[in-house]
């Protein structure tokens, strides 16, 4: 049953919290199984809006008006995901998760531990607003006058953001400069800009070194652009014989653009020392577009920033822990005994000054960018949107089968294709299959091709692909076997310890074989793990282009009675290698019935399969497919009676009760 969940949040801003209610957004349209969702818009400070009309804003604005219509008549929700600082979570549904990122300092103010406390889950975006915020703990007096200790109960988990891929889009930049640091902020006290520019300049003085600044104080207005670059210039006059060079970008710029920011070929570094992050988008952007980056090695962005070995991939500018300042003191949100971060001067110059030359001395320049290229391509493998948003859902109690099993855990899985005749299906098939979350590291794709097509367009495809996936092995049959006999084939040819087979016109999540997997290392008891399906009469439909409307093939849960029933698992279960060293490989003497025999086999000899709660593949049911062409009738249902026959009589040779389906 889908969840009606209510998502509030400042969708519409340009924001960090903005961002991150987006990104939200995005998790739960992965899963339209799970969430039918609503939306309630609310603002953002004095920040400006998104203008973009794409496929996402429209889909948004349709999604409050449904809204506005549901609430009008009287519709209540199950669950509410709220994306803004706690003190303005409310109560509105049966079960509520507040979305915060705001840690930035040693601990949160009272009443979001109150506030916290009140909801039913939190997800916070790094593990140091996770940490700040389950250690922070205040002494109140409760009713009888006696103190005790008020700490977080409710749990809190850390989901980071997740990388992208822009298009080239060139900027027209007028840098009198070949090496420019960048920073990308708001010109704010916790940003601590005024100080990153100051030792820029005490450091560069006399040198062709440029600092790009994007920023602004509030909007993107032409007022804000004026204050912005009016505030500028007069920290700027302090120097007025200096040689290196400050520039502002102000105004609205798009991914793309902010993107090419980061990839310029005058863009060097990214440099910041802000007093805390919650997360750090801007250093996570540019870590990932591959500049090297120079910033203090303490709150959020040392998620990204430290590999999972713990090894720093950044320049790191020490600093001292001491209390916000004064005039920073926000009542119920920055506490006045807090802590953060204040970078030391001489190391700022100092890793400034490292930075540079190891980016402009011949001898280290090469290593130094080829170093922050791989560690970008590392981010881009462990961030991918797909585990992200998989990664979300998990936090929201989407996936609890499968919460503490880690995808490092997971094994090789061997995927299994037979293609005949399926150049309608391919191209979006390569697709399917390779954009799955695990799909680089943990599997292998074996493809034998039993040689229909003469024009040879399937092999052209699937070439194409293996150059850029190695893990892809194809090969060409001269004879057909059969589609078990080509199974069995790649069977013997497999070297995962999980096995599924992969069939030309169905679908599955992103994150499907991720899910299976994990069910199986979280059941070692589990031979076998299936899922419910949606059905379509549309070939090529993706996962996420699925109507909310669409059909579940809703199977029933595992008992030998219930695979006679119907062939269980259906069209894409996943496997333990050890069933066929244990039971055998698929009869070839079938044409259609093969998996299902062998099901019965296995479960009949004491196998377990179990169910995955959740809908994971999308069934095209192919007027012209082997099972369900009604030219293959007769001979199909000859199939399935033998095998109904075979362990039927099994089932009441063991005495076990069984009502024949009417």
């Known amino acids: 049953m889908k969840k009606k969940i209510i998502l509030k949040g400042p969708l519409l801003t340009r924001s960090g919290y903005g961002e991150q209610a987006r990104f939200a957004l995005r998790s739960l349209r992965t899963r339209p199984d799970l969430y039918d969702i609503y939306i309630q818009p609310i603002t953002w400070g004095a920040t400006g809006w998104v203008a973009e009309a794409d496929e996402e804003r429209e889909w948004i604005d349709n999604t409050i008006e449904k809204t506005v219509n549901y609430i009008q008549q009287g519709g209540k929700f199950d669950e509410s995901l709220q994306v803004t600082i706690p003190n303005e979570w409310e109560d509105m549904a049966p079960v509520n998760i507040g979305y915060t990122a705001g840690m930035e300092t040693t601990q949160v103010a009272f009443p979001w531990l109150q506030a916290g406390n009140a909801v039913n889950k939190i997800i916070v975006v790094s593990n140091f607003a996770k940490d700040i915020y389950a250690n922070t703990t205040y002494i109140a007096t409760d009713n009888t006058g006696r103190e005790t200790n008020v700490s977080l109960q409710t749990p809190i988990e850390a989901v980071g953001y997740h990388t992208k891929q822009h298009k080239k889009v060139s900027l027209d930049l007028e840098l009198e400069t070949d090496f420019n640091f960048i920073s990308v902020t708001q010109w704010s006290p ?252 943990k599997c292998e794709w074996i493809i034998l091709d039993v040689n229909s097509a003469d024009d040879n367009f399937e092999e052209g495809v699937i070439r194409e692909y293996a150059k850029n996936h190695p893990n892809i092995i194809y090969k060409r049959l001269d004879e057909d076997p059969g589609v078990y006999g080509v199974w069995n084939e790649a069977i013997e040819m497999s070297t995962g310890e999980y096995i599924t087979n992969v069939n030309c016109d169905d679908r599955r999540a992103p994150h499907a074989l991720e899910y299976q997997a994990k069910m199986l290392l979280a059941h070692p008891g589990v031979d076998l793990i299936y899922n419910d399906s949606y059905i379509t009469k549309t070939p090529n439909v993706m996962w996420e282009n699925i109507d909310t409307g669409c059909e579940r093939y809703n199977f029933e849960n595992f008992s030998k009675e219930a695979m006679l029933r119907g062939n269980l698992p259906h069209n894409n279960p996943m496997w333990r290698r050890t069933l066929h060293d244990t039971y055998g490989m698929f009869d070839s003497k079938y044409r259609s019935a093969g998996d299902w025999e062998f099901w019965l086999r296995c479960a009949f000899g004491g196998s377990q399969f179990k169910k995955y709660s959740d809908i994971l593949g999308v069934y095209y049911f192919n007027p012209t497919g082997i099972s369900t062409n009604e030219d293959n009738f007769e001979w199909k249902q000859s199939e399935e009676k033998e095998v109904f026959k075979k362990y039927f009589a099994q089932l009441q040779q063991n005495d076990m009760f069984f009502t024949t389906p009417t």
Not at 202 to 229: C, M, P, Q, Y
Not at 297 to 311: R, V
């Open 190 to 441: 916790r940003k601590n800009l005024e100080h990153a520019i100051k030792w820029f300049v005490e450091e560069f003085h006399d040198e062709n070194v440029g600092f790009v600044i994007k920023t602004n104080l509030a909007k993107n207005s032409l007022i804000d652009r004026e204050e912005t670059s009016s505030r500028l210039h007069s920290l700027l006059s302090r120097w007025p014989e200096r040689k290196c060079k400050v520039y502002l970008i102000h105004g609205d710029m798009n991914d793309e653009e902010i993107h090419a920011l980061y990839t310029h070929p005058k863009i060097s570094a990214m440099f910041s020392i802000a007093h805390g992050e919650g997360f750090g988008l801007p250093l996570f952007e540019a870590a990932y577009s591959g500049l090297p980056v120079v910033t203090v090695g303490w709150s959020g962005h040392m998620d990204f920033l430290c590999d999972q070995e713990g090894k720093e991939h950044f320049y790191n500018v020490a600093f001292d822990l001491a209390k916000v300042q004064d005039h920073v003191v926000w009542e119920n949100v920055i506490v006045a005994e807090s802590m953060w971060a204040y970078a030391r001067e001489a190391s700022t110059k100092e890793q400034l000054r490292e930075c540079y030359n190891d980016l402009t001395d011949p001898k280290k320049s090469k290593k130094t960018v080829a170093a922050a290229k791989k560690y970008a391509k590392a981010l881009h493998k462990r961030f991918t949107p797909e585990k992200q948003y998989a990664a979300f859902v998990a936090a929201m109690g989407g996936a609890p089968e499968i919460k503490d099993v880690s995808v490092d855990e997971i094994p090789k899985i061997t995927l299994l294709t037979s293609v005949y005749k399926a150049s309608e299906y391919i191209e979006q098939l390569m697709e399917d299959v390779t954009r799955q979350t695990v799909f680089k590291d």
